[in-house]
């Protein structure tokens, strides 16, 4: 009886090192990916910033101003933005859509940029965010 007892004893020696493997690795892989997802939605509130600060900006140039940014001059407007999110491969739009930038047009400042993970270079959906406000000055 006592040896029968030490030979299934024996016979599960490796189950617990093989239970604590898989569950460390699903661990593991559950706190990458919070982390991923934190950086992600730092990210876009980052960009939710930079283009309400871009729309800030064309708003108070307006065509009343003495250094104006308008449909035709957008670098303004963009070098704002920039002070706030400067990522690689970022690409600023800055539109008005009345057409000029004269009070009480619009100006609308969409951003877009394509967020890489840490791990593998896998690139997932672009982060956009956009702003959207209405000339005053």
Known sequence: MMRKLLRTRSNNGGQASVEFLLSGLLCVTMIFAAVQMIIFIYTY?????AAKVGVRYAVV??????????????????A???????????TITVTYPDGSNSPPNR??????????TFSLGWTLPTVRASGLGRITF
Not at 61 to 78: F, I, K, L, Q, Y
């Open 45 to 49: 509130t980052v960009l939710a910033q």
């Open 61 to 78: 140039h307006g065509a009343n101003n003495a250094s104006p940014s308008g449909p035709g001059n957008t670098t303004g407007v963009e």
């Open 80 to 90: 704002a933005v920039n002070r706030i999110a400067n990522y690689s491969g970022m």
């Open 107 to 116: 100006v609308r400042v969409q951003i877009a940029y394509p967020f890489t």
